[in-house]
């Protein structure tokens, strides 16, 4: 069983994410210069953990965000009710032609040879005015939280966003909740709020209160400054080893936390993927297993591999199934459109436990 001080007792959400939703415009493996037409996603990677929590795996989630009174915000609303989330907004009123705004991410999804791109507009976004004081924080965690969750794409979008995490999080520990935070370091972020070093700095801020962290070798080294090999985890294999390696310099320096975990990716072209996972858990080393994933949609992964594992830590699994849960969420994720799940556990359970692809007769 996981030692992780994680709440047994009788709590209103098993799970609460604080960061920003955007809507995800997709044209499929049309590029946005040719692109007539598109499906929109509503995405975020904190809300995704969320709503894959909740939808396929029956926790009670919530999600403290900013929501802003017009159509693309009553489109977003909609998206996250089908998904059972429970929402705390900060609502913002638009003007009716500059925002503020929910924003916008384009994505398509290449093909073979030909990578995905993805590019933004995060022009007067509601969730970058996002600001300490916004939540009533004592009243939420009041309710009973067990798993509190940010991640590094919301810290990176104002310098008020990661003062509102670090408020969070200090609120959350204090009530008993467990802390999580995805570093999903992004460079073209960062560098509008004054390049790596401004942003290594705030990293570490936040890091200070975190109980785990979700993040790959360039996760580590960009945002924390540890030291590792130089390589690119979208394009080339990474080594199990030199990951936990990794680690154990980042305990020495954050003796905080707890539990590491990540994916491993070896992008062999835009639709196919060799997939893995790892997790540090309080000394313990574990590796999932491996497999060959045939993408449809990419995005999301990382963030289905986040809930599996959380799920399974929750209620209480051996270490090495909880892994098993999240390398299988994950592995399924990108074989549907959009970036939230549309899987089953029992599909999740199947497959952590060695199940395969045969039709289901």
């Known amino acids: ?36 037409s598109f499906d929109v996603h509503v995405s975020g990677g904190e809300y995704n953990v969320a709503a894959n929590l909740r939808d396929c795996f029956g926790l009670n989630t919530g999600i403290a965000t900013a929501m802003v009174d017009h159509g693309i915000g009553e489109l977003v609303q909609a998206a996250v009710r089908q998904m059972g989330v429970t929402t705390f907004y900060k609502w913002f009123e638009h003007d009716g032609v500059r925002g503020p705004n929910i924003a916008t991410v384009y994505s398509d999804r290449g093909q073979g040879v030909r ?8 022009a007067n976004e509601a969730g970058a005015m996002l600001k300490p004081g916004d939540f009533d924080w ?4 009041g309710q009973g939280v067990r798993w509190f969750h940010s991640g590094g794409i919301f810290a990176a979008l104002s310098r008020t966003t990661a003062d509102l995490i670090v408020e969070a999080m200090q609120i959350a520990k204090s009530t ?12 073209k972020l960062w560098n509008t709020l ?15 209160h975190v109980d785990a962290l979700f993040g790959n070798e360039e996760d580590l080294q960009q945002c924390l400054g540890i030291t590792g090999p130089s390589a690119n ?34 992008v062999q072209s835009s639709n196919r993927h060799g997939w893995g996972a790892v997790l540090w858990l309080d000394g313990q080393r574990l590796v999932s297993p491996t497999c060959q994933l045939d993408i449809l949609d990419r995005i999301g992964g990382g963030d289905g591999f986040a809930a599996g ?9 051996p270490p090495e199934e909880a892994l098993r849960l999240g390398w299988a969420h994950g592995a399924l994720l990108p074989t549907f459109p959009g970036d939230v799940t549309m899987a089953k556990l029992a599909e999740v359970e199947a497959l952590a436990k060695g199940g395969s692809a045969r039709v289901q007769r």
């Open 194 to 208: 004054g390049g790596i070093n401004q942003g290594r700095e705030t990293m570490a801020q936040i890091v200070s």
């Open 115 to 122: 990578a995905p791109v993805v590019f933004y507009n995060r």
């Open 309 to 317: 594992l959380i799920y399974g830590l929750l209620s209480q699994r």
């Open 176 to 187: 008993g909740a467990f802390i999580s935070f995805d570093l999903n370091y992004r460079a």
């Open 233 to 266: 985890s979208e394009q080339s294999k990474v080594d199990p080893e030199s990951f936990f390696e990794m680690i154990q310099t980042v305990v020495g320096k954050f003796p905080n936390i707890k539990m590491v975990a990540t994916t491993l990716r070896d």
């Open 1 to 36: 069983m996981s030692e992780l001080p994680i709440r047994q007792d009788s709590c209103t959400f098993d799970f609460l994410s604080l960061g920003a939703l955007v809507h995800r415009l997709d044209p499929g493996v049309v590029p946005f210069r040719r692109a007539s």
């Open 138 to 141: 004592a009243s939420i965690f």
